[in-house]
């Protein structure tokens, strides 16, 4: 299947979707919105269904890659609730590497997150992808599904468990020890708070994350590489009060914006996916983790 491009949408319909994405419109809002942008027949319903994920795209590195090694595991909740889950790649070589926590989007463990950490384990990191809709019995492969199900997460509850996965990852025996975390939306937005949560957090990538208050700005002692889209209007808008809290605090950060990318730029399976700031983003990160977390 061809994989369609942003420019192959009119701007506001890219707008709409970020909306959909992120629960703010229903389907029905989209398609209604939507439909004075159709043409021919690419229908709202055609341009929806265009915009949807497709997961072909996302496997980079293969499950089987003979460079890792990769699987579920699971480690207690903090909350009582039983265990969670997660996705665990780390290179095939023995040895220690330092650990990545990867945080989903707020769809879930799906495959492109399960990707990104089978990335990062052929850069020689052991990454751990926890996946909060375990208690809801897990990513259910199928993005409206997921979306619903997350909004029934209880957020406190959410956060509590993916902070567990840090731990849980910083204590395996092929983890140095020393971590950081790369998330993306809301993953963008638990990697913030995990550079909140943890003194010791070796470093943080957030890409298009909600920033954390000012006040707890100031707990953060990690350096952090901070990716923001271009068009993404709603945290570009952020940013301003963001830097300055970071500046206030003497936290180490650098900020990268995209030109002409949309919120989920780096996420391969949609058309808002650019390849040239995803690889640049991408290749920025590795560098950023390899400068912070490799003794």
Avoid at 53 to 73: H, L, S, T, V, W
Avoid at 91 to 104: M, R, S
Avoid at 106 to 128: H, I, M, S, W
Avoid at 172 to 190: A, D, L, Q, Y
Wanted: charged share 25%; net charge positive; with cysteine.
């Amino acid at each position: 299947m061809e994989r369609k491009k942003a420019s192959d949408f009119p701007p506001e319909v890219m707008k709409l979707f970020d909306g959909y994405v992120h629960g703010w419109m229903s389907r029905r809002d989209f398609l209604d919105r939507a439909a004075k942008f159709a043409v021919g027949s690419f229908t709202a319903a055609a341009m929806l269904e265009s915009l949807r994920p497709n997961y072909a795209f996302a496997q980079q590195i293969a499950k089987d890659d003979k460079r890792i090694q990769a699987g579920y595991e699971t480690y207690a909740s903090p909350q009582g609730s039983g265990n969670m889950r997660g996705y665990l790649a780390r290179p095939a070589a023995a040895g220690k590497y330092p650990g990545v926590v990867v945080v989903h989007e707020n769809r879930g463990l799906n495959p492109y997150t399960e990707d990104v950490a089978r990335r990062l384990a052929t850069a020689n990191f052991v990454a751990f992808a926890p996946d909060a809709l375990t208690p809801l019995g897990g990513y259910p492969g199928d993005e409206e599904k997921a979306a619903a199900l997350f909004r029934q997460l209880d957020t406190p509850k959410r956060l509590e468990d993916m902070f567990a996965g840090a731990v849980y990852l910083k204590a395996r025996p092929e983890c140095t020890g020393k971590i950081g975390g790369v998330g993306f939306c809301n993953g963008g937005s638990v990697v913030n708070e995990m550079a909140v949560r943890f003194p010791d957090f070796g470093a943080g990538a957030p890409f298009y994350g909600t920033p954390p208050s000012a006040a707890d700005v100031a707990k953060i002692k990690a350096p952090l590489q901070i990716h923001f889209a271009d068009l993404d209007e709603r945290l570009t808008a952020a940013w301003p009060a963001f830097e300055t809290a970071l500046k206030a605090n003497g936290v180490r950060y650098e900020m990268f914006k995209y030109p002409g990318t949309y919120h989920g730029f780096h996420n391969d399976t949609t058309p808002r996916y650019d390849d040239g700031a995803a690889k640049l983003a991408w290749q920025r990160t590795i560098d950023f983790f390899n400068k912070n977390l490799r003794a």
